[in-house]
C-alpha cells in the first residue's frame, strides 16, 4: 500500500553509463515530479508532468529525460553519467497545485 | 531568482521546550506554503500546510504566515528527541497554478534529553 515508489533505493554505476529510475504513484494524483536533492540537502526540482504532459522543465542538462508513460508513472533517464550526477533523487506527486508527496529517494552513485 | 531562507542551524532546544523555525520568501505573488520533515536518510514528510496570513495549527505543531512580511514559521510544542531532524520550508511558486516548489535549505534541530 506504498504510496509513491521508487526504484531502485540505491543504484551505483560507472561515469559514462545510461541509467533510469522509475517512480510510481498509487494517490490517484495527476502530477509528478522529480526533485535532486545534492550533498548539502538542497532540494530542487527538475521536472514535473500534469496528466503525462512535461508543465516544469528546469535548468538541467538535456543527458536527463523524463518520460509519463501515464498519470500513474514518471521515469528518470539519465545518459552518459557523471561524478556531480551524483545525489539522491526524489520523486513526489501532487493532485495538481496542491500538497506534494515524496517516494523515498533513489541514492545514484556515480564512480 | 526566486528564494526561500532558513537559518541553517543546528537549533538545539530541551526536550519540552518550544522550538522555533524560521522561513523567509522573496516570491511576494506567493500563496501556499509548506513545511516537511526529513529524517537523516529518509525522504521529506509533510507536516504542515498553511495559505492564509495567521495561524495553523496541527497537534503540537503551529505554523504561522505573515505575508506582507514574507515570513512563514513552524513552531513545536513539547519538543520531543523524535523531533530531532531537518525541517525544510517549501514556498509554491505564485507565477502558475503548478506546483513548483522552491524549497530553503533546511533547519537542522536537535532535540535533547
Not at chain 1, 538535456?62 to 553519467?81: C, W
Request: net charge neutral; hydrophobic share 30%.
Amino acid at each position: 500500500d506504498t504510496a509513491v515508489s521508487q526504484t531502485p533505493k540505491y543504484l551505483v554505476t560507472q561515469m559514462g553509463n545510461d541509467k533510469s529510475i522509475k517512480c510510481e504513484q498509487n494517490l490517484g494524483h495527476d502530477t509528478m515530479y522529480w526533485y535532486k536533492q545534492d550533498s548539502k540537502k538542497f532540494l530542487k526540482i527538475m521536472f514535473s508532468y500534469n496528466n503525462k504532459e512535461l508543465i516544469i522543465n528546469e535548468t538541467v542538462p538535456n543527458r536527463f529525460s523524463p518520460k509519463s508513460p501515464d498519470k500513474a508513472h514518471l521515469n528518470l533517464h539519465i545518459n552518459s553519467l557523471e561524478l556531480g550526477d551524483s545525489a539522491v533523487y526524489f520523486c513526489a506527486s501532487s493532485l495538481t497545485q496542491y500538497e506534494q508527496y515524496f517516494g523515498p529517494g533513489t541514492r545514484l552513485t556515480v564512480t | 531568482q526566486k528564494e526561500v531562507e532558513q537559518n541553517s542551524g543546528p537549533l538545539s532546544v530541551p526536550e519540552g521546550a518550544i522550538a522555533s523555525l524560521n522561513c523567509t520568501y522573496s516570491d511576494r505573488g506567493s500563496q501556499s506554503f509548506f513545511w516537511y520533515r526529513q529524517y537523516s536518510g529518509k525522504s521529506p514528510e509533510l507536516i504542515m500546510s498553511i495559505y492564509s496570513n495567521g495561524d495553523q495549527e496541527d497537534g503540537r505543531f503551529t505554523a504561522q504566515l505573515n505575508k506582507a512580511s514574507q515570513y512563514v514559521s513552524l513552531l513545536i510544542r513539547d519538543s520531543q528527541p523524535s523531533d530531532s531532524a531537518t525541517y525544510l520550508c517549501a514556498v509554491k511558486d505564485g507565477g502558475t497554478s503548478y506546483g513548483k516548489l522552491t524549497f530553503g535549505q533546511g533547519t537542522i534541530l536537535t532535540v535533547h534529553p
